[in-house]
């Protein structure tokens, strides 16, 4: 696996205390317009190899999209748009972004700036979604605004692929202080198992989670939760088809409804069987 970064593992005991602190995991509010945190990005080096590994595991096909300069594509899970995918060949690895849907996209990107964030690929309209600015977070982390414009809002409605979304931070005062003024959101402060985990919300509309980064040897990033029917089955394919398992569903562990692993390219992803 060229240029994949490895997960050195703590025991399992200890990651369990960090890893899904619900019993089931909040789903969004599919129905609010602002910072709904419903849609995932996906940056990766070669397009093909990836639409190769998440079709195998998932079903999931890449429809591109023309837009100059740019290779980018939507991913459908059967006729629903759930993601989008941008390839950066000059990327070491892959990496899934948290996508967020603003109101004043100019604004929110020069507050993401003020707290230290960075831009790293400038806006740019894609078709179906509307302007979309990539961006990095105090810690590293990548993730998207996309402003208001003419993405399709009934996605979220219908969207039963993603169950959770988190924030696995290497320093959480520091990303609850930079979220809140870039997402602008509260942060609810909650213990699960005797470990502390951190809700961002808008009012009473839970919206995604944080967690100290259980993992020694990668830094902040968001990580997307797939729905599946059956999550060990999930990760058999996943290694099939190349991916590197980070946490295998074991009966201890969530009734064995949990699994994380790692795409051939290295962006990390969860599934849970919620049902």
Request: glycine share 8%; charged share 20%.
């Amino acid at each position: 696996m060229k240029d994949v970064r490895l997960v050195k593992m703590l025991p399992l005991s200890f990651l369990f205390l960090f890893l899904l602190a619900f019993t089931e995991p909040e789903p969004y509010d599919r129905f609010y317009t602002e910072v709904p945190l419903y849609w995932h990005d996906l940056v990766t080096p070669d397009m093909e190899k990836s639409e190769s590994f998440y079709n195998s595991v998932f079903g999931w096909e890449f429809r591109k999209i023309d837009v100059k300069g740019l290779q980018l594509a939507t991913i459908y899970d059967g006729d629903r748009p759930i993601a989008g995918v941008i390839e950066v060949p000059e990327a070491n690895t892959s990496v899934w972004l948290k996508t967020v849907y603003v109101n004043n996209l100019e604004n929110r990107v020069s507050k993401v700036k003020d707290q230290g964030g960075k831009v790293l690929l400038p806006p740019a309209r894609v078709p179906g979604r509307g302007m979309q600015v990539v961006l990095e977070g105090v810690d590293g982390e990548e993730f998207a605004l996309v402003g208001s414009g003419d993405m399709i809002t009934g996605v979220a409605a219908d969207n039963s692929s993603w169950a959770w979304s988190e924030l696995w931070a290497e320093d959480p005062a520091k990303a609850r202080e930079f979220y809140e003024t870039a997402f602008e959101v509260q942060t609810a402060s909650v213990d699960y198992g005797n470990q502390p985990y951190w809700i961002f919300q808008k009012g009473t509309h839970k919206l995604a989670g944080m967690i100290k980064n259980p993992l020694t040897n990668q830094g902040t990033q968001w990580v997307p939760y797939v729905e599946v029917n059956s999550s060990e089955t999930a990760v058999g394919k996943a290694e099939a088809a190349g991916g590197f398992i980070v946490l295998s569903p074991d009966a201890k562990i969530r009734d064995g409804k949990v699994g994380i692993f790692q795409d051939p390219m290295g962006a990390i992803i969860c599934v849970q069987h919620l049902n």
